[in-house]
């Protein structure tokens, strides 16, 4: 008999093909395996108990970067095959398949690099079917060479032969190359060409010894690399790229090399080895080799990475010192990732420009994770690594649909096919070359996987650009657009991620940001959802404050402190001239949009603790202020003294608890203190309100859930009490927005007033009534 195994999910571009061929022959059967755009195809001849064998072999001996999401055995009709063979794939028109992210190096070809016998010595473009460039080079499904951007590089004779050789760990690898058949550098300066024959990679490193900075084309972009270590380096990047305080990144050789700076956990340890090798914030030494205050001002966290590309690694492990690698862009726009586009706009930054020949498809920042102190994994940037392919519990839809995400760290989701695919972190859309980056995505993600979207989602704001996309999009094909509100796609996308969908009690909510536009036209940012089976009821938000100046506030801390100061307003005129508090302070008695963003509560808090006025990248403030409150926690962890809850009517009482926040500001509290007592609060705050609402499960998303100080404290309190679910594999910021719209269309969910809730209230306790229920709703 003849039978078909069908295997789909991360099945392609992970080795699935060498492993089942090498298996085959093993159990003596003759039959093919192939990609196709429907995952991995394997028909063999063989009896029904051999077949079933096989099969159960075939999932247990996956490759270990592959995830099988469906799989089947099936007779079919007979075919009279001789041997096993690995055939073409076949393209087809349904594209059932999840993309293969980019892969770290492997330490096999890590050895290989650094062994002086052999071919590939400092080849730094070595892979092999476990690691290599993935999402980032293909072009279309299903995946092989001819349809990535390797397909312009034509193996060699050696290259070849491992190509073919069932026993050779390159056998079926589609990035294989060598210094005889691969990729070539070349090195610039000036926008002249400096060298492209010879020892570039020893140039390369002289000009980083020097304290230049060199321009590097790295997996998913270009990234900018300078001496950690040299104050006139980081001085020089910082002034050249404009950007004051923003963190860098900074890149080691070793794990060894790490340890000497900074202090690693398990967890932390395990992510910066792991195959997605992100960016991990972690805890620097008292004693470290690094220029901390030029590296991420005012913080006693950075984040450093190891070398997931040979060509990092090459650099790094001749430097030996740690290099700062951060995203080679210009402000407020993607990262340069074509040739030209860095000869042309890096110039201006870098002293030296490191360019090859193999192009970059999509291009991605990397991926960005902390761990709290609980251990829990926050994601802070979904990329390199981690993207498109979303493996989730969540059950989606086989309609097809693209929803376009937020304005800010922007996303696009795809659900095609019963699966969802959410892209990398795109950026804000507030350039032109952003914007043109997250339609670049788009069409590629589309196009890749076949995909004819039935139907567009965007957000309910009309201004901002993702909004313009899908309507311009919608209009092209003649599609139907449905509008989420900002808050609601959060809660859908957290609920969806844990399963809490069809939730048999009340799940509360919590989402926390800067901005999103209500239904009220006021901007929410500080909201308390209760959510049952499809329906959301805004149960509770901070008291509105003005929104001072628009976006302005949100770049200046000290605009939001004014906003909530009321009778206490003189305690800032320090902060601004004569001229900005003549002007400010009447606007406090003109016509203004409303507010009930948390990340404005604590750009506020930051600004009277003395920590940031106005800022030079977005969350500084947030950032200096959990700073100063973890020292204080680290020293007092039993401290329980918060702020008075209050409530403004049925609303959090948002000016009293900055009041409060003003009182230790002028009794001379010191900031680390109240920066704790302020956290603090706002967990004794959601347990206040749980207990209100009588709920056990509650749920959190919104840009404010980054803080990992924020998350221990709701672990150490409320975690006996409650059960609390995050993110898991998305960011709590608006990274996830895209894949809450998807949810929030698909499972028909709606924004209900409290009779409507009270309606569903009263179906799972006859006993309620509008007398005894408690609304704390404000429309």
Known sequence: MTYQIHLSGIVQGVGFRPMVYALAVDYGLCGTVTNSSQGVVIRFNATEEQAEKFYQEVLASAPPHSVVV???????????????????????????????????????????????????????????????????????????????????????????????DVADRRFYAQTNSCPVCGIRMRLYAGGDLLIEEGDILARAISLLREGKVVAVKGIGGYL??????????????????????????????????????????????????????????????????????????????????????PLLACLADEFEKPLVATSANVSNSPIVYTDDDALTTLAHIADAILVHN??????????????????????????????????????????????????????????HANQIFVSHYLGDLESANTINKHTLVTQHLLDVCKAKPAKVIRDVHPEYASTRLAEEYATKYALPVAHVQHHCAHLAAVLAENNLLDSEENVLGVVWDGSGLGIDNAIWGGEFFT????????????????????????????????????????????????????????????????????????????????????????????LLLEEKARQFYRASKNYVHHYPIAFAGEQVDTQALFKAVLYDVKAKVSVEEIAFRFHLTLVKLMEAIAHQQAVQKIAFSGGVFQNALLLDLLDQHLGTAYQLFFHEQLSPNDENVSFGQLVYVNEGMRLVNEEEFLLLEQEKNKDITKDNYVFSNSR
């Not at 070793?254 to 956990?265: G, V």
């Not at 920042?365 to 609980?374: C, G, K, N």
Request: charged share 20%; hydrophobic share 40%; proline share 5%.
């Open 224 to 309: 900018l690399l300078c001496d950690a270590t040299n104050p006139h380096a980081l001085s020089l990047l910082r002034k050249r790229k404009h950007r004051p305080t923003k963190p860098f990144a900074l890149l080691y050789p070793t794990l060894e090399r790490i340890k000497k700076d900074a202090s690693l956990r398990a967890d932390e340890e395990a992510a910066l080895q792991s195959v997605a090798a992100p960016i991990v914030l972690v805890s620097l030494k008292k004693e470290h080799t690094v220029h901390a205050n030029l590296v991420a001002p005012g913080l006693r966290t950075v984040g450093v990475m190891l070398p997931y590309a």
């Open 70 to 164: 469906a799989h089947s055995l099936t007779p079919i009709e007979t075919i009279r095959f001789t041997t096993f063979t690995i055939e073409d794939s076949v393209d087809e028109d349904l594209t059932r398949v999840l993309l293969s992210p980019d892969f770290a190096m492997c330490e096999t070809c890590r050895a290989e690099m650094r062994t002086a016998t052999n071919r590939r010595f400092l080849y730094p473009f070595i892979t092999c079917a476990q690691c290599g460039p993935r999402y980032s080079i293909i072009q279309r499904l299903p995946y092989d060479r001819a349809n990535t951007s390797m397909h312009t590089f034509t193996m060699c004779e050696a290259c070849a032969k491992e190509y073919t």
């Open 531 to 622: 959510y049952y089976k499809g329906n959301i009821l805004r149960t509770k938000h901070f008291a509105y404050f003005p929104l001072l100046l628009g976006d302005k506030m949100a770049h200046e801390p000290r605009l939001a402190a004014l906003a909530l100061a009321g009778e206490n307003k003189e305690m800032l005129s320090a902060f601004f001239t004569e001229q900005e508090w003549k002007i400010y302070t009447q606007l406090l008695h003109t016509e203004y949009l409303p507010t009930s963003s948390v990340g404005r509560v604590f750009d506020a808090v930051a600004c009277v603790c003395g920590l940031s006025q106005t800022l030079s990248y977005e969350g500084e403030a947030a």
């Open 358 to 415: 193999r192009e970059i498809v999509i291009p991605q920042d990397d991926s960005v994770i902390r761990f709290t102190e609980a251990n829990r994994k926050i994601l802070l940037r979904r990329s390199r690594g981690l993207a498109p392919s979303f493996l989730t519990r969540y059950q989606s839809g086989a309609n097809t649909m693209v929803a376009m995400g937020a304005h800010l760290k922007s996303t696009v989701a795809l659900q």
